[in-house]
């Protein structure tokens, strides 16, 4: 039996408005090492921040000055090329690739467009290494306020709240991230191991078969999944 620090029931009622103000009730109904996580951790989320792209420069050539590209700021650009890398992620057959595209998707993610949002989130990004969770959710906080259409700023106040134990905050927050981004798999990733923990198998399934419908290729998630099938059948509903 699992003890949880947040009420069982409150928990439920979580699960059912985040997924549907998400708009994945249907789908559940029919992202460091966690110390008593049961069936493995999710996937670690991108701690790593990438270094403040500006827009590209190009040279003038023989005609004169070449015209400059759109900035992958732009929120048209970055759909754009999310749309693009996403229909790339579902398409690979091989792990490797895949793991690129994935790779490219979170380098989007952790671009904010912001020099002062971007400091702090390397500092967030640091504390969550070293594990002082305390310190990137005051960290996460202050970037929500400044910047609350980042996404990988909820993402990653989310994983903060998950490694403190507080579910009830980390499922508020992907919450927001998937109201933002549907298809992030590392906040889906993160939806359904906390389902797994607070004991709601067969929503924690569906949400990671969605999870993978988006990355084939997540090696934890379908280790999951696998686990989970046999485990469910002939289980009532």
Known sequence: MLTFKAP?????????????????????????????????????????????????????DKNGPAKPRPDANLPETRQKILDELFTR?????????????????ERVWMRSGSDTADL???????????????LSIELLDKIV????????????????????????????DIGEVLK????????????????????????ALEVFRKTLEIYPGLDEIQKQTDQLIPELEGRPI
Request: hydrophobic share 40%.
């Open 8 to 60: 069982f029931f409150g928990m439920m009622i979580w699960v059912q408005a985040l997924l549907g103000a998400a708009g994945l009730f249907a789908l559940a109904t029919g992202s460091a090492q966690g110390a008593d996580q049961p069936r493995g951790t999710p996937p670690a989320a991108s701690d790593k921040p990438s270094d403040k792209q500006s827009p590209d420069k190009q040279a003038a």
């Open 89 to 105: 992620l579902a398409q690979s057959k091989d792990e490797e690739e895949a793991k690129g595209i994935a790779g490219a998707i």
């Open 120 to 134: 702090l989130m390397g500092r967030a990004v640091s504390a969550i290494r070293s594990k002082d969770f305390n």
């Open 145 to 172: 306020v400044l910047d609350p259409d980042w996404v990988e700023a909820w993402n990653k106040r989310a994983t903060s709240r998950y490694f403190a134990d507080d579910y009830t905050g980390a499922m508020a």
């Open 180 to 203: 933002r981004e549907p298809r992030h798999f590392g906040a889906l990733s993160g939806m359904g191991f906390i389902l797994l923990k607070s004991g709601m198998e067969r929503r």
